[in-house]
């Protein structure tokens, strides 16, 4: 029985999928067994899948059901202890599984885990690595330190297989259930984190999962949390967090309708000074704004509006 179980949900990558699976095999730590769901792909992604011989790997075909089926299935069928979870158009360096591993060593009480990584733009990788003073840190609720750069994806996340079945997975059916699975899970357990990069997310993927939400769906995620947040100035600060990017996300689509919906449940209190400024800009200033950030990106500066 391997010490970790990885599941990788695939949907028509085929010209990342190699990539990711390789990563995996050539983890440093080697007690883990791969499981790729494949949910209903149209292109060579699962011809390619299958090209993978190696005895740790299971494949699993299905009709399509959503990320979150899929991802469901693959834990269901799991044997191992841990559940590290990667995408299908991101890369593990070689150390993650062994960092993961020493995660839950240091804290062996705690549930769920998480690694610093590199967000990939284009050719340009920037590190995203959270300032705590200690390599290894547990963080309670962990959405109370996740006010800039995203704290994790799903990519470099783990969780106990017994915890994930407690909490029944992810929820089918919606748009942003990771994000939806890590607020709830993270309301109950303490985040293990290395500030060690052992993941590369890759921004621009096409199809990436973050990628295709559309709008008017990626805000109802909010309604799950519209009483907790009452109650927990943490999550109402990560919620608005939220609220902001698709505030603006909104306003340079013209969609000023769902800008001035997100507006009314917002505090502006949770926003740093460069957030009041730009929320109040008309929609033609953010655009040329966001040319701008685009421009410079490429030129190797990460500009954000959530850098104080």
Same mark, same amino acid.
């Given at each position: 029985? @391997?010490?970790?179980?990885?599941?990788? @949900?695939? !949907?028509?990558?085929?010209?990342?999928?190699?990539?990711?699976?390789?990563?995996?095999?050539?983890? #440093?730590?080697?007690?883990?067994?791969?499981?790729?769901?494949?949910?209903?792909?149209?292109?060579?992604?699962?011809? &390619?899948?299958?090209? !993978?011989?190696?005895?740790?790997?299971?494949?699993?075909?299905?009709?399509?059901?959503?990320?979150?089926?899929?991802?469901?299935?693959?834990?269901?069928?799991?044997?191992?202890?841990?559940?590290?979870?990667?995408?299908?158009?991101?890369?593990?360096?070689? #150390?993650?599984?062994?960092?993961?591993?020493?995660?839950?060593?240091?804290? %062996?009480?705690?549930?769920?885990? =998480?690694?610093?990584?590199?967000?990939? &733009?284009?050719?340009?990788?920037? %590190?995203?690595?959270?300032?705590? *003073?200690?390599?290894?840190?547990?963080?309670? @609720? !962990?959405?109370? !330190?996740?006010?800039?750069?995203?704290? /994790?994806?799903?990519? +470099?996340?783990?969780?106990? *297989?017994?915890?994930?079945?407690?909490?029944?997975? /992810?929820? @089918?059916?919606?748009?942003?259930?990771?994000?939806? /699975?890590?607020?709830?899970?993270?309301?109950?357990?303490?985040?293990?984190?290395?500030?060690?990069?052992?993941?590369?997310?890759?921004?621009? =993927?096409?199809?990436?999962?973050?990628?295709?939400?559309? $709008?008017?769906?990626?805000?109802?995620?909010?309604?799950? /949390?519209? #009483?907790?947040?009452?109650?927990? %100035?943490?999550?109402?600060?990560?919620?608005?967090?939220?609220?902001?990017?698709?505030?603006?996300?909104?306003?340079? +689509?013209?969609?000023?309708?769902?800008?001035?919906?997100? *507006?009314?449940?917002?505090?502006?209190?949770?926003?740093?000074?460069?957030?009041?400024?730009?929320?109040?800009? %008309?929609?033609?200033?953010?655009?040329? $704004?966001?040319?701008?950030?685009?421009?410079?990106?490429?030129?190797?500066?990460?500009?954000?509006?959530?850098?104080?």
């Amino acid at each position: 029985m @391997p010490r970790i179980s990885v599941v990788i @949900p695939l !949907y028509n990558k085929e010209q990342y999928i190699k990539n990711t699976i390789e990563s995996v095999l050539n983890q #440093n730590f080697k007690d883990f067994e791969i499981i790729i769901v494949d949910d209903g792909s149209t292109d060579r992604s699962l011809e &390619i899948a299958k090209q !993978y011989k190696q005895e740790n790997i299971k494949i699993i075909s299905q009709k399509n059901q959503g990320v979150a089926v899929a991802r469901n299935k693959g834990v269901e069928l799991a044997t191992g202890e841990l559940i590290a979870f990667i995408d299908a158009d991101d890369i593990w360096l070689s #150390n993650h599984l062994s960092e993961i591993n020493t995660l839950c060593q240091n804290f %062996p009480e705690e549930k769920i885990f =998480a690694t610093a990584y590199y967000l990939k &733009i284009k050719n340009k990788q920037y %590190p995203v690595v959270h300032n705590f *003073k200690d390599k290894y840190t547990l963080l309670k @609720p !962990y959405y109370r !330190y996740d006010q800039g750069h995203t704290l /994790f994806y799903i990519s +470099n996340f783990a969780i106990k *297989k017994s915890i994930f079945e407690k909490s029944k997975g /992810f929820k @089918p059916g919606i748009d942003g259930e990771d994000t939806e /699975f890590f607020i709830r899970i993270g309301q109950k357990q303490a985040l293990g984190y290395s500030k060690e990069i052992t993941m590369i997310h890759l921004k621009e =993927a096409e199809n990436s999962l973050f990628n295709r939400y559309k $709008l008017e769906k990626k805000i109802k995620l909010l309604d799950f /949390f519209k #009483n907790d947040e009452q109650n927990d %100035p943490d999550l109402k600060a990560y919620l608005d967090k939220h609220r902001f990017a698709w505030i603006m996300e909104a306003s340079m +689509n013209g969609k000023h309708d769902i800008a001035q919906r997100l *507006k009314k449940d917002l505090s502006f209190k949770t926003l740093n000074a460069k957030q009041k400024i730009l929320i109040k800009l %008309p929609s033609f200033l953010l655009r040329q $704004l966001k040319s701008v950030q685009r421009k410079l990106q490429q030129s190797g500066w990460h500009l954000s509006a959530f850098s104080k």
